[in-house]
Nanobody, 123 residues
Framework: QVQLVESGGGLVQAGGSLRLSCAFS????????MGWFRQDPGKEREFVAAMSSSGAMTYYADSVKGRFTIFRDNAKNTMYLQMNSLKPEDTAVYYCAAGRRVPITIATAYNFWGQGTQVTVSS
């Protein structure tokens, strides 16, 4: 069974940066596509970024393109989301996800989810 543990969330001022981490265990990390999603209370979970199992393909939501970067370290079984130029509208609980289906920009592609980490951006 895959287990995912996010870390790195917190409170930051607008314009600041945070790096989220997602530690993967239980299966072969390099066999899984990985994604980041976020959810604000009362809203649907939305796609943020994803990376294919090989690392060759990356995808971003338009709202974060140019500001966020997804990357993975297969040697450490860890995925990251570098978030720069943060805005108040980026405030949400961020979830990492692992799966083997496509397309990797939608939540149904993922079988396994972390518990989430809160990101709060103050104006």
């Amino acid at each position: 069974q895959v287990q995912l543990v996010e870390s790195g969330g917190g409170l930051v001022q607008a314009g600041g940066s945070l790096r989220l981490s997602c530690a993967f265990s239980g299966r072969t990390f390099s066999s899984y596509h990985m994604g980041w999603f976020r959810q604000d209370p009362g809203k649907e979970r939305e796609f943020v970024a994803a990376m294919s199992s090989s690392g060759a393909m990356t995808y971003y939501a338009d709202s974060v393109k140019g500001r966020f970067t997804i990357f993975r370290d297969n040697a450490k079984n860890t995925m990251y989301l570098q978030m720069n130029s943060l805005k108040p509208e980026d405030t949400a609980v961020y979830y990492c996800a692992a799966g083997r289906r496509v397309p990797i920009t939608i939540a149904t592609a993922y079988n396994f989810w972390g518990q989430g980490t809160q990101v709060t951006v103050s104006s």
